[in-house]
């Protein structure tokens, strides 16, 4: 394949620069999208069908993600990371959302614990405490026991709680059924998730590549005064050469050298120098080095 074939090639495949920004806040869009269908339908779904949708919810995110230019291991561990900050999210606002209800249907009651029970063991596991509360008529406070992590009434106090009339949420004092801490922790994960998009954003980005590839003047110099490395430009690329000549290549057939030899190369140069002797430069999960093979999973451009 001629060289202008090669261009040709990789400019098709190369994701569109000027829909970055757009394609960007679709992608944050979406995202809160998901956190928001999830947290509505948490409790009329089980976790047998939320772990497949979340699971679908990563694999689009991978495609998105990667249609940023951020592709890769960096990518894929970032879809990963947003997914997991979106089930956190819901998770917490899941929680909040029981708190805001019974603040809003509930009614304050002072009550008497009348029972007092814990879990029982289970390994490591938390043995959390329930009480059985009764009103001062006598009757019991509706819905489930109340529960608390740790052991903090005993069976004879009273304690003001919030009751639920329909029964279906537990009574809660009302320093606990305070929602402001579920929901600034669901709105964290969610600006966390958020915040991912727009650094991958970056990352896929022209700029955000080259400051990755190429270290800034400041550090070439370091390493040239830690390295004692006093070559030229043009002798840092023939020792490049010569590196891919009569390296061994590993067990996955990548030739490895280390940028901070060359550090006058920029990594767009040494694609071209690796392309020059017949292979190619990868540009994902290289972790501080330069890998160069016959395959490559994302070949680092070198026009």
């Known amino acids: 394949m001629s060289l202008g074939g090669k261009r040709k090639k990789h400019a098709e495949g190369a994701p569109d620069t000027r829909y970055r920004i757009p394609l960007a806040i679709a992608v944050g869009c979406y995202a809160l999208a998901a956190i928001v269908g999830m947290y509505l339908v948490a409790d009329d779904f089980g976790l047998g069908l939320q772990v497949p949708l979340w699971i679908v919810h990563g694999v689009l995110l991978i495609v998105l993600i990667r249609r940023l230019g951020a592709g890769g291991e960096a990518g894929t561990y970032a879809a990963l990371f947003i997914v997991g900050a979106s089930v956190m999210s819901a998770g917490v606002a899941g929680m909040a959302r029981q708190d805001l209800t019974l603040q809003q249907r509930g009614d304050e009651v002072s009550a008497t614990v009348t029972k007092e029970r814990r879990d029982p063991g289970q390994g490591r596991k938390n043995r959390d405490y329930h009480y059985t509360l009764q009103r ?120 490895k050298v280390f940028p901070e030899s060359y550090p006058d190369v920029p990594q767009r140069r040494a694609a071209r120098i690796a392309w020059e002797e017949g292979t190619r430069m990868e540009g994902s999960g290289n972790r501080g080095s330069w890998r160069f093979g016959e395959t490559v999973v994302e070949e680092v451009p070198h026009d």
């Open 136 to 255: 001062r008529d006598g009757t019991r406070v509706p819905g489930p026991e109340m529960k608390t992590a740790s052991d903090l009434y005993e069976v004879g106090q009273t304690v003001t709680v919030i009751e639920d009339p329909e029964g279906e949420l537990a009574p809660r004092t009302p320093g606990e059924a305070d929602a402001t801490g579920e929901l600034l922790g669901a709105s964290a994960f969610a600006l966390a998730a958020l915040g991912s998009v727009g650094w991958m954003t970056w990352k896929g980005s022209d700029r955000g590549k080259r400051r990755e590839a190429d270290p800034p003047d400041r550090l070439r110099k370091a390493y040239k005064v830690i390295n004692r490395n006093q070559a030229t430009q043009e002798e840092q690329e023939q020792q490049l050469r010569e590196a891919l000549r009569t390296f061994p290549a590993d067990r996955r057939g990548y030739i």
